[in-house]
């Protein structure tokens, strides 16, 4: 069959384009590197005692020299086990002002002091202390002792902790047949500030809330109630419950006559992932209840009677949803629905713009010498909207994302455990940049918990604040584990959150003195799944099977889901899906994946090529990225960024979730037969020599353009494809430049797409020509 004895569209034998130069300098840069406050789900149905104290105190001595002071924090350990690590955290007495610290890594904030150990000084031994390496601070002020010491968010004098208050008894605000809405007094702070408070019906844990209210929902009708509170501080100590409250929920006998239907359904307001609503308000014979809004048959909120509006969250963009709403009234008798209103979602771009979207690759900071900061310097940065940060692993054991070292690799494309287990944490997050590699020109601390590529693209946000940048899991060869790690709703569950807890909330593994718990926060505003390919063959010894279709619509659910739950700013989930048909119905369900997407980079190179090992089509050129069909195309089935963006349209694919990919480097042959025009479609020896030394038949467009600065560069308007040739026998490149990106950003506008995005940023010129050309077209 043609599709299996040819590299399909999106090959890209990554994570290294020239994997083996990049993975050795990776591998030795590697030895070289030697929304709740807490869990109020775990309140417990009795009130707990205060929390115990752990094994580390800390005792504080002053000396006075006269114009300074020295401060001192010996920290101690009276457990039977060493204690790995430590945090004080205490407030200056008032006039004082600290102007140096010693043995820790400190943060001031006002009188707030927050120390963490050295890396020389972290373990506390059993019975020992943190001598002859304590920290200390100099200071000036009238020497005192600070308030409100804590060692791991324990006092320091070893004594247990304070819990809060009882809250006030609570009232009932509304009262229905199955909801009783309750308000109550705040409860007094202990030692540390109020998380929530959770409500108790008897013995049962009913509700939980940040504030002082909540509503206590599936009651049973006509039935006597007993409501308590308890208070719960960021610590997990609880306080004492409150008074009680008993009540009987409403008989519904009492009122059979429903409200009228909220009238005037509108919408007030829009997003790409939120809808404002307002209605007019039901009447009703006692007393209107509550107001549930409904996602076609979908409830998605619910607001009290003197509420008139809402915002649903969650959407997706780009997407038509109908809504309707009912009045509940306190027999809990809905209403007739309102009359229903349709309405679409915004683009993620918005309405009148194009997106830009550009890979950058992990391993980029080694052969290519190719830094975040070169995004800057380019001029990319500034013109780009979304940075995909390519390509991390999977685990493959636990089936969960990895932030892993660097694993030893063979180098040879066909190996099919070549990307198992892999990872560059060096990469990531733990190899110090210098200065001159630096974004704003400030190296990086060297004992940092974040260094390296993510603490650079933190800088690259902090200097162009509508940048987004996105983590890409997957790419050729790490896409092995996928199926497997999709195949269950537990394993998707587990797989998902390991990704949210790694790379959303920057949970990176300690590594080098680098990562911990919270690290890489602030790093990525979402994640992209390049799952090369969902029921069908990828890199070799790939996982795959025809259950991967269905599997990978629930694997992105559960993603969009996840995503969503942690609130706060509308997080990306993206796709990179590929240009073959086959491929698409083998694992990709238009009609049903775009719900969970925000968009999908639909592949737009990779038509043919040589391949680094000549097992893809060694034997004959063709154009690699061409828009339209070429007549003169000799191959069964013709590739181009029309057909494969038609497949999408033709499905139902709302074109403003579309970007098409524009390739930033070239494929090569050798040996290339006079004929044709050029040498187009012409007979070859092999792929040509690439721009690293295992990487045969691929160069970066600033790499090609100044190898070959004789080659006869060619326009074919047939086809939008850009070709070079540099005689008969000789070498025949396709690849595109300003030309051909000129031709296709016009024909993604014409379409109505969404925009375009690069694979990948390295190979454009130093001052960033082909970013510019896609951004002038997309404008």
């Known amino acids: 069959m043609f599709h299996r004895r040819r590299t399909p569209p999106g090959r890209r034998t990554l994570p290294g384009t020239g994997t083996t130069t990049a993975r050795r300098l990776r591998q030795r840069a590697a030895v070289l590197g030697a929304a709740l406050l807490l869990p109020l789900a775990g309140l417990t149905a009795l009130a707990a005692p205060a929390r115990a104290a752990g094994t580390l105190t800390a005792s504080f001595t002053t000396q006075d020299n006269g114009s300074w002071w020295k401060g001192t924090y010996v920290v101690r350990n009276t457990g039977t086990a060493p204690v790995n690590g430590w945090t004080l955290e205490f407030d200056l007495p008032a006039g004082v002002t600290v102007s140096g610290n010693y043995n820790g890594e400190v943060t001031v904030s006002g009188r707030h002091v927050t120390v963490k150990n050295a890396y020389y000084n972290a373990t506390v031994p059993a019975g020992g202390s943190t001598e002859p390496y304590s920290y200390w601070f100099t200071a000036s002020g009238t020497p005192g002792t600070p308030a409100g010491c804590t060692v791991n968010g324990d006092k320091c004098d070893g004594s247990p902790d304070v819990p809060p208050s009882a809250p006030g008894a609570p009232t009932a605000v509304a009262v229905t047949a199955r909801t009783v809405t309750l308000g109550w007094a705040a409860a007094a702070r202990g030692d540390h500030p109020v998380a929530g408070y959770e409500v108790f019906d008897g013995t049962t844990s009913v509700a939980v809330a940040t504030g002082t209210s909540a509503t206590v929902t599936g009651l049973a009708p006509a039935t006597e109630h007993t409501f308590t509170v308890r208070a719960k501080d960021v610590r997990g100590n609880t306080g004492p419950a409150s008074a009680p409250l008993s009540l009987r929920t409403v008989d519904p006998a009492t009122d059979p006559t429903p409200p009228t239907a909220p009238g005037n359904l509108r919408s007030t307001g829009r997003t790409a992932s939120t809808v404002d609503l307002a209605w007019d308000r039901s009447t009703d014979n006692v007393a209107v209840a509550a107001y549930d809004v409904y996602r076609g048959s979908t409830p998605v909120a619910s607001v009290g009677a003197n509420t008139l509006a809402t915002t649903v969250r969650g959407l997706s963009p780009a997407t038509a949803y109908s809504f309707t709403v009912k009045a509940r009234d306190t027999a809990d008798n809905p209403s007739p629905a309102s009359g229903a209103l349709t309405v679409t979602t915004d683009d993620v771009a918005g309405a009148g713009k194009q997106l830009k979207v550009g890979y950058y690759a992990q391993w980029g900071i080694y052969g290519r010498q190719y830094f975040v900061k070169n995004l800057d310097t380019s001029g990319a940065a500034a013109r780009l909207d979304v940075v995909n940060y390519s390509f991390e692993n999977i685990d493959p054991v636990n089936l969960t994302c990895q932030a892993g070292v660097t694993k030893g690799v063979t180098g040879n494309p066909q190996d099919p455990d070549e990307g198992t287990g892999a990872g560059d944490a060096d990469a990531d997050y733990a190899r110090p940049m210098s200065a001159a590699q630096s974004v704003d020109g400030v190296a990086d601390d060297g004992w940092g918990k974040l260094r390296g590529n993510f603490n650079q693209l933190k800088k690259l946000k902090a200097k162009y604040p509508k940048l987004k940048v996105v983590v890409s899991l997957g790419g050729w060869t790490y896409s092995k584990f996928f199926s497997d790690a999709a195949a269950t709703p537990q394993s998707r569950e587990k797989f998902v959150k390991s990704c949210v807890d790694?790379?959303?909330?920057?949970?990176?593994?300690?590594?080098?003195?680098?990562?911990?718990?919270?690290?890489?926060?602030?790093?990525?505003?979402?994640?992209?799944?390049?799952?090369?390919?969902?029921?069908?063959?990828?890199?070799?010894?790939?996982?795959?099977?025809?259950?991967?279709?269905?599997?990978?619509?629930?694997?992105?659910?559960?993603?969009?889901?996840?995503?969503?739950?942690?609130?706060?700013?509308?997080?990306?989930?993206?796709?990179?899906?590929?240009?073959?048909?086959?491929?698409?119905?083998?694992?990709?369900?238009?009609?049903?994946?775009?719900?969970?997407?925000?968009?999908?980079?639909?592949?737009?190179?990779?038509?043919?090529?040589?391949?680094?090992?000549?097992?893809?089509?060694?034997?004959?050129?063709?154009?690699?990225?061409?828009?339209?069909?070429?007549?003169?195309?000799?191959?069964?089935?013709?590739?181009?960024?029309?057909?494969?963006?038609?497949?999408?349209?033709?499905?139902?694919?709302?074109?403003?979730?579309?970007?098409?990919?524009?390739?930033?480097?070239?494929?090569?042959?050798?040996?290339?037969?006079?004929?044709?025009?050029?040498?187009?479609?012409?007979?070859?020896?092999?792929?040509?020599?690439?721009?690293?030394?295992?990487?045969?038949?691929?160069?970066g467009y600033q790499n090609l353009i100044t190898s070959f600065p004789n080659m006869v560069v060619r326009h074919d308007e047939q086809s939008v494809s850009t070709y070079g040739y540099t005689g008969p026998g000789g070498q025949w490149w396709s690849f595109d430049d300003t030309w051909s990106i000129g031709r296709k950003t016009a024909w993604i506008k014409s379409k109505g797409l969404l925009g375009g995005f690069v694979w990948e940023m390295s190979g454009d010129t130093p001052n960033g020509l082909l970013m510019t050309a896609l951004d002038n077209g997309l404008k």
């Open 502 to 699: 790694v790379w959303i909330k920057g949970d990176l593994p300690a590594y080098n003195g680098a990562g911990g718990p919270g690290t890489g926060a602030g790093v990525f505003d979402g994640i992209d799944i390049d799952w090369e390919w969902p029921g069908s063959e990828g890199h070799p010894g790939n996982h795959y099977g025809p259950q991967d279709k269905n599997n990978l619509t629930a694997l992105l659910a559960e993603f969009r889901k996840q995503l969503d739950a942690l609130g706060g700013e509308h997080r990306l989930l993206t796709a990179f899906t590929p240009a073959d048909p086959a491929k698409i119905a083998a694992g990709w369900d238009l009609g049903r994946i775009f719900d969970s997407l925000d968009y999908a980079n639909v592949q737009g190179y990779d038509f043919h090529g040589a391949g680094s090992d000549n097992s893809w089509e060694p034997n004959r050129v063709g154009h690699s990225s061409n828009l339209f069909t070429d007549a003169q195309d000799p191959y069964p089935f013709h590739f181009s960024i029309e057909n494969a963006v038609q497949t999408y349209l033709d499905a139902g694919v709302n074109p403003r979730k579309i970007t098409v990919g524009f390739p930033f480097y070239g494929r090569g042959w050798q040996g290339v037969a006079d004929g044709g025009v050029a040498g187009e479609w012409q007979g070859a020896t092999g792929a040509a020599p690439g721009q690293f030394d295992t990487e045969a038949g691929v160069r």
